[in-house]
């Protein structure tokens, strides 16, 4: 019940606004402006929270016997930067291929074997409106949570465009 509530309020809130394009202008550099200025602040934010916050966290099972730490990982992006960290991290082997994300083959690296669903990828931190499947003419195709905030972001960056 909690799950339809959502979304009808998510709706009301998604069909009520609407901005002109020179708002949706303003609006979409205001909020790139404002991602890029946060994004090593957001990032921190996203992997303490969903990575390290959650035992389930599949990253944690590449990041535990590596003995890679959230403060370990705050000082690289302090010290080196963003793009560093994350070069760092996939050279030590914290990284998913799309095979294993989808869980087509098992992840295996640096001494460790075990195998994951999509849904093991799910940020338990947000909660989707709704979910749908991306088009495939060969597989099942891949699974995506929808939430309103996600549509109305969408709405005023493809305004812009």
């Given at each position: 019940m909690?799950?339809?509530?959502?979304?009808l309020?998510?709706?009301?809130?998604?069909?009520?606004?609407?901005?002109?394009p020179?708002?949706?202008?303003?609006?979409?550099?205001?909020?790139?402006?404002?991602r890029?200025?946060?994004?090593e602040?957001?990032?921190?934010?996203?992997?303490?929270?969903?990575?390290?916050?959650?035992?389930?966290s599949?990253?944690?099972?590449?990041?535990?016997?590596?003995?890679?730490?959230?403060?370990?990982?705050?000082?690289?992006?302090?010290?080196?930067?963003?793009?560093?960290?994350?070069?760092?991290?996939?050279?030590?082997?914290?990284?998913?291929?799309?095979?294993?994300?989808?869980?087509?083959?098992?992840?295996?690296?640096?001494?460790?074997?075990?195998?994951?669903?999509?849904?093991?990828?799910?940020?338990?931190?947000?909660?989707?409106a709704?979910?749908?499947?991306?088009?495939?003419?060969?597989?099942?195709?891949?699974?995506?949570?929808?939430?309103?905030?996600?549509?109305?972001?969408?709405?005023?960056?493809?305004?812009?465009?």
């Amino acid at each position: 019940m909690q799950k339809y509530l959502r979304f009808l309020f998510g709706l009301k809130k998604f069909l009520g606004g609407r901005i002109t394009p020179p708002q949706a202008l303003e609006l979409a550099e205001k909020t790139l402006q404002e991602r890029v200025r946060k994004r090593e602040e957001n990032f921190l934010s996203l992997i303490e929270k969903g990575i390290f916050g959650y035992s389930k966290s599949p990253y944690l099972q590449l990041l535990s016997p590596q003995k890679i730490t959230f403060s370990d990982i705050k000082k690289w992006v302090e010290r080196d930067g963003l793009e560093d960290t994350l070069t760092r991290l996939q050279m030590e082997g914290i990284f998913f291929t799309i095979e294993e994300y989808k869980g087509k083959s098992r992840v295996s690296r640096n001494g460790i074997d075990f195998i994951v669903k999509e849904r093991d990828f799910d940020n338990p931190f947000l909660s989707a409106a709704y979910e749908v499947r991306s088009g495939a003419t060969r597989s099942a195709g891949t699974r995506i949570r929808i939430d309103f905030d996600y549509l109305i972001q969408r709405a005023v960056y493809d305004a812009l465009v």
